[in-house]
């Protein structure tokens, strides 16, 4: 049986670690390859603003969620500088983390009212650069109706935003 409750994803960086923590705590440098556009600077406690640039394609999600057996479901669009995140711990150059309402986008989401999901950023130094390991906890207590949608729509999602923050540090 699958455990809907943690997210984790690993990516080695060729990158240095200071290289790769600027790419994450930085609000210019996450919002190239995030794709959020952040209103201030992240700091442990702070609730961060931001606006999705180019909004999310309805039917483009909804194809995707049936890609992956789930009953497509209306998204929201988010509106320009709701809230992103609060962040909860910065420990450069190793540890980075923030809470959110995981898949925020659904539109049986009540981001007033729902609970959220811890995410954080962890990085090593190996010998091929760094290795940045992306978990996301804390879906159990997502409600049950939303909860597999929630967890399968960000599992994909961080595969990509691995990727992307590959490319960005990389320079591909």
């Given at each position: 049986?699958?455990?809907?409750?943690?997210?984790?994803?690993q990516?080695?960086?060729?990158?240095?670690?200071?290289?790769?923590?600027?790419a994450?705590?930085?609000?210019?440098?996450?919002?190239?390859?995030?794709?959020?556009?952040?209103?201030?600077?992240?700091?442990?406690?702070?609730?961060?603003?931001?606006?999705?640039?180019?909004?999310?394609?309805?039917?483009?999600?909804?194809?995707?969620?049936?890609?992956?057996?789930?009953?497509?479901?209306?998204?929201?669009?988010?509106?320009?500088?709701?809230?992103?995140?609060?962040?909860?711990?910065?420990?450069?150059?190793?540890?980075?983390?923030?809470?959110?309402?995981?898949?925020?986008i659904?539109?049986?989401?009540?981001?007033?009212?729902?609970?959220?999901?811890?995410?954080?950023f962890?990085?090593?130094?190996?010998?091929?650069?760094?290795?940045?390991?992306?978990?996301?906890?804390?879906?159990?207590?997502?409600?049950?109706?939303?909860?597999?949608?929630?967890?399968?729509?960000?599992?994909?999602?961080?595969?990509?935003?691995?990727?992307?923050i590959?490319?960005?540090?990389?320079?591909a």
């Amino acid at each position: 049986m699958t455990s809907l409750d943690r997210i984790e994803k690993q990516v080695v960086l060729r990158a240095p670690v200071e290289r790769v923590w600027r790419a994450l705590t930085d609000i210019q440098e996450f919002a190239q390859w995030f794709g959020v556009k952040l209103d201030q600077p992240f700091a442990p406690g702070r609730a961060i603003t931001g606006s999705f640039e180019g909004g999310f394609d309805q039917d483009e999600i909804a194809r995707y969620q049936a890609s992956l057996g789930l009953q497509p479901a209306a998204i929201r669009q988010p509106l320009p500088h709701e809230v992103f995140c609060t962040v909860e711990r910065m420990e450069a150059p190793r540890v980075f983390s923030f809470r959110w309402v995981p898949f925020g986008i659904d539109a049986e989401c009540d981001p007033e009212q729902e609970p959220t999901t811890l995410v954080e950023f962890q990085l090593e130094t190996v010998p091929e650069g760094t290795r940045l390991t992306i978990t996301e906890s804390g879906f159990e207590r997502v409600p049950a109706h939303r909860r597999e949608r929630a967890f399968m729509m960000n599992d994909g999602g961080w595969a990509a935003q691995a990727d992307n923050i590959r490319r960005h540090v990389e320079g591909a």
